[in-house]
């Protein structure tokens, strides 16, 4: 009985917010920033598993592109198109796959560099089809290849919470939130963003 109460006065203490949203509507880029305001910030660990998922994604949304010229007769050199399929080949998902890093970036920043690859993110960006449909932040991770493919990457705070990647099941994070510390750290904006 003592234990309960005194879980009752525990929780008492704890204001609770529960985040329910559609997919993509930014529940995990609030914890995310959360995190990095209010807590020790993003863990190495964190960091370090978001590396191929990340570059995997860049992978993806290359080929996606690529693919939504040809779909829309957006015509691109024969160059890109066989970079294309040399990424289509490609499979990023453990250790042993970061020595094909160099080669993802050769390819990767050849497609980027073509100017009518730019056209296809505007329409990819619309599409509903998911197939075709790129990652939100894609530009964003474009725009730093040479980053993100050099030795010893690690991601920074912009990067884990540019990435998108879908939860599943629920996740709990406790906080302590302190309005002073909030004044004085760097200020970020929370947008929504609709789905
Ligand atoms: N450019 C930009 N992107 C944003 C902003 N806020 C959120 N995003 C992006 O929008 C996407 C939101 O995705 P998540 O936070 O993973 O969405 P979620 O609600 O957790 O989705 P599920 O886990 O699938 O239910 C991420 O790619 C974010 O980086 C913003 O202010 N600007
Ligand atoms: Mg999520």
Redesign the pocket.
């Known amino acids: 009985m003592g234990c309960i109460a005194s879980r009752a006065a525990e929780n008492e203490e704890v204001h609770k917010l529960l985040l329910l949203?559609n997919?993509?509507?930014?529940?995990?880029?609030l914890f995310k920033q959360l995190r990095i305001l209010n807590t020790a910030g993003i863990d190495d660990d964190t960091r370090r598993s978001a590396i191929l998922p990340i570059l995997s994604a860049v992978l993806a949304n290359c080929v996606i592109l690529v693919n939504v010229c040809e779909e829309n007769n957006i015509k691109i050199a024969d160059d890109v198109s066989t970079a294309a399929e040399g990424l289509d080949d490609m499979i990023l998902q453990d250790e042993d796959d970061m020595d094909k890093i160099g080669e993802m970036y050769t390819m990767c920043s050849q497609i980027w560099a073509c100017q009518e690859i730019k056209k296809a993110v505007k329409i990819s960006l619309q599409m509903d089809s998911e197939k075709d449909q790129l990652?939100?932040?894609a530009v964003f991770f474009l725009d730093n290849l040479e980053r993100l493919c050099s030795k010893g990457y690690v991601p920074s705070d912009d990067d884990i919470?540019?990435?998108?990647?879908?939860?599943s099941g629920s996740h709990v994070m406790l906080f302590d939130f302190d309005p002073k510390k909030c004044e004085s750290a760097p200020r970020r904006?929370?947008?929504e963003?609709g789905g």
């Open positions: 949203g997919g993509g509507s930014g529940k995990s880029t990652d939100p932040n919470l540019m990435q998108r990647r879908s939860t904006e929370l947008r963003q």
